[in-house]
C-alpha cells in the first residue's frame, strides 16, 4: 500500500479554479491506478475522476466532465487534480485513493475497489 496526503483544497468564489495534489509515498507509484473522489454534507462519497498509472487512460463523472481535469507525475508521486468553473456543488471534501493495477491503463470507479485513501482535503465553492 501507499500513503496518500492531499492538498489544495480552499474557498473559492463560483466560477473559480483550484488545483488538488495528492501526494504518495513509496517506489512503485507508477503502478497504482489513482482516483478522486468527493463526499459533500450528508451524501454518499461519490467518484470524480481516475487515471491510469501509465496517465494513457482517464476517466470522469459526468457532473465534472470537461470542467475537471486528472493528471500525474510519476517522478513526483503526485497526482492531480485541476478544477476549473467551479459550482456551489462542487463543495465537498475531496480524496484521492490508489489501487495496485498490472495493466497500465485499468481505471476504478468504484470506491470499493480502491485500497489506500488519503485524508481528505475541503473543498469549498461559494456562490
Known amino acids: 500500500q501507499v500513503q496518500l496526503v492531499e492538498s489544495g483544497g480552499g474557498l473559492v468564489q463560483a466560477g473559480g479554479s483550484l488545483r488538488l495534489s495528492c501526494a504518495a509515498s513509496?517506489?512503485?507509484?507508477?503502478?497504482?491506478?489513482m482516483g478522486w473522489f468527493r463526499q459533500a454534507p450528508g451524501k454518499e462519497r461519490e467518484f470524480v475522476a481516475a487515471?491510469?498509472?501509465?496517465?494513457?487512460?482517464?476517466d470522469y463523472a459526468d457532473s465534472v466532465q470537461d470542467r475537471f481535469t486528472i493528471s500525474r507525475d510519476n517522478a513526483k508521486n503526485t497526482v492531480y487534480l485541476q478544477m476549473n468553473s467551479l459550482k456551489s456543488e462542487d463543495t465537498a471534501v475531496y480524496s484521492c485513493?490508489?489501487?495496485?493495477?498490472?495493466?497500465?491503463?485499468?481505471?476504478?470507479?468504484?470506491?470499493?475497489?480502491?485500497?489506500?485513501w488519503g485524508q481528505g482535503t475541503q473543498v469549498t465553492v461559494s456562490s
Open positions: 487515471i491510469s498509472w501509465s496517465g494513457s487512460s482517464t
Open positions: 485513493a490508489a489501487r495496485k493495477s498490472p495493466f497500465r491503463s485499468s481505471l476504478y470507479d468504484d470506491e470499493r475497489q480502491y485500497d489506500s
Open positions: 513509496g517506489r512503485t507509484f507508477s503502478t497504482y491506478s
